[in-house]
DNA sequence: CCTCCATTACTCGATGTCGAGTATTACGGT
DNA sequence: ACCGTAATACTCGACATCGAGTAATGGAGG
């Protein structure tokens, strides 16, 4: 269809919310915030506007009425099409299915390491780990407090996901730290060469092919 | 400094090939094809010719001659500054201390899932489950690849990474599987009903408050 | 009843990202 | 000598994303 299809999933969100039943951007924007689902899919309003005019090029929602509220802006009101069902469910079934490559910020550190110290590497994968013990118990007392509310699994279970990848993380990066620590990191003596060799200016040969 | 600073990592990668040698863009691109670090940072020609213009914009590197072998396109080769060396430093030590919130496909899924049946949940998960076995399988094949050909830990620390969120990913969804089959998935009736209501046009509840 | 701040609803310009396109040369085969 | 394909080095325009800005209303406190 259009050249950019299925890349920022804040249009799935708006295919979900009219799915429930019409509405408009702003209204969506609330909502998404009220359900907390902006903590799992990045919410801007510029981008809210933007994708809401791409999925209505792409006939995958349309307006259902501009209607106006005294001397406020115009609110527009979109309802999903057909077509917009049929996307919803097909990208969504996609999602779920078909784990997708992800660029996050943490790989890409990990794949420059070398260029730090093994010492300071050690140091800040230290804090990294204080933070994830931070994260873990915050996420906890949630936890408890959502049972509380009664809130379902099927609501928490974004979060659910979220917290076991960074329990799991926290783990990896513990065990990291103790390899470097006690010296049984295999390479530890080619990595401080190298770092040797780049801080003295001298030709170093990054052996990096697989 | 500049406005959308330290958004893309391929500019931290730009900064880590300058700081081992002067080259020129093309060139950054086949060193990072060559050494795999494509696999965690997206690479796209477009987009790294305009974050080492704008790297040059902020001064973290420079020109430092064009050359023009033939009547090929000229080359243009950039260095490093010694305020380009600091942010290097800096955004790789923030990258690896500060968990910071990344926005996946499947947590957007996951959050939406309340729009399929249970059932159709199911059948995704297992598809899912089953690239991830894929996935790991192949993972493993490589890593033995790499071990024989004497890669050292620290070029493969990526990797590892990835994969060990992976197998994490693989049990947890297995054990979501299972929950959801056997009826111990808590609220799994009011899931159906939410969708039965949806289904029928009626009015709905999604009670979703923290 | 007036002032101030939050809320409502959206717009805009700058910046970032995408990937196909271009033009040249090197090289292997026949 | 000729052809086709891969590699070299970069450009361009369409599209996406960002977040500050705007302009009106409603309500709480003095």
Known sequence: MSTRARSNPLALAVLALLYERPTHPYDMAATMRERHKEDSIKLNYGTLYSVVQS???????????????????????YEITGAGKLE??????????APAREYTGFEAGLSLL?????????????ERRARLDE????SEAMR????????????????????????????????????????????LETWRDWHRRIAAGLPHDPNHQL
Chains 1, 2 share one sequence.
């Open 144 to 187: 408890e407090l959502a049972a509380k509310r009664g809130l379902t699994r099927l609501l928490l279970i974004e979060s659910e996901y979220v917290t076991m990848l960074r329990r799991a993380e926290r783990e990896w990066v513990a065990r990291l730290i103790e390899d470097i620590r006690d010296g049984s990191f295999e390479g």
């Open 88 to 97: 919803l469910e097909d990208w969504l079934s996609e999602l779920i299915a």
């Open 114 to 126: 070398g260029v730090l110290e093994p010492e300071e590497a050690v140091r800040l994968l230290e």
């Open 135 to 138: 994260f873990l118990h915050a």
């Open 55 to 77: 999925l209505e090029k792409r006939g995958l929602i349309q307006v259902k009425e501009v209607v106006r509220d005294g001397r406020r802006p115009e609110r527009t009101i």
